[in-house]
Antibody, heavy 118, light 111 residues
Framework: EVQLVESGGGLVKPGSSLKLSCVAS????????MHWIRQAPKKGLEWIAL????????YYADSVKGRFTISRDNSKNTLYLEMNSLRSEDTAMYYC???????????WGQGTLVTVSS | DVVLTQTPVSLSVTLGDQASISCRSS???????????LEWYLQKPGQSPQLLIY???NRFSGVPDRFIGSGSGTDFTLKISRVEPEDLGVYYC????????FGSGTKLEIK
């Protein structure tokens, strides 16, 4: 059974940094691209970052480009999202997601909440 | 950037009736390889989103055949026949043909 478990969220002040983790199990992590998607309170879904299975390519939404960094450690079956220069508008639930051969987000974690507030 | 416009914003459906959600794209979603990368997701209250449909009309594993995706080019529809209580939530269309974009969502309520 595919499982994705996010952690690392919390309450931080504007301008600070935070690093999220997503531990994967139930599949060969090193064979799949992985994503981060976020959802601001009472808002819709926003894709924010993709990393290829071998870290050879990384893509970002314009809203986080230059501030967020996606990475992975295939030896630890773990996906990361390093977030710098956090803003109030980054307040959201952050989900990691795994693709399948035919769909982008076949499996989702339960999410970790990031709140940016002074 | 591609914009996906979902209508209606919300709909209230009687149990057992059909619901229909439209997703209109600002550009054609047919990719150069001939595939159309349009997906549908459902986010039930208090839960993470779940994949329903990929490549316009293919149901993901375990998705009931009451969920039917259709469309081409710029116009797509998700139909839910015989709505059941567990179908309530917010439905999102998503495209991966040009960058990666979600629609704004359609909230399905049960009358």
């Amino acid at each position: 059974e595919v499982q994705l478990v996010e952690s690392g969220g919390g309450l931080v002040k504007p301008g600070s940094s935070l690093k999220l983790s997503c531990v994967a199990s139930g599949f060969t992590f090193s064979s799949y691209g992985m994503h981060w998607i976020r959802q601001a309170p009472k808002k819709g879904l926003e894709w924010i970052a993709l990393i290829y299975y071998d870290s050879s390519n990384k893509y970002y939404a314009d809203s986080v480009k230059g501030r967020f960094t996606i990475s992975r450690d295939n030896s630890k079956n773990t996906l990361y999202l390093e977030m710098n220069s956090l803003r109030s508008e980054d307040t959201a639930m952050y989900y990691c997601a795994k693709g399948s051969t035919r769909a982008m987000f076949a499996y989702w974690g339960q999410g970790t909440l990031v709140t940016v507030s002074s | 950037d591609v914009v996906l416009t979902q209508t209606p914003v919300s709909l209230s459906v009687t149990l057992g009736d059909q619901a229909s959600i439209s997703c209109r794209s600002s550009q054609s979603l047919e990719y150069s390889d001939g595939y159309t990368y349009l997906e549908w997701y459902l986010q039930k209250p208090g839960q993470s989103p779940q994949l329903l449909i990929y490549e316009v009309s293919n149901r993901f594993s375990g998705v009931p055949d009451r969920f039917i995706g259709s469309g081409s080019g710029t116009d797509f529809t998700l139909k839910i026949s015989r709505v059941e209580p567990e179908d309530l939530g917010v439905y999102y269309c998503f495209q991966a043909t040009h960058d990666l974009t979600f629609g704004s969502g359609t909230k399905l309520e049960i009358k």
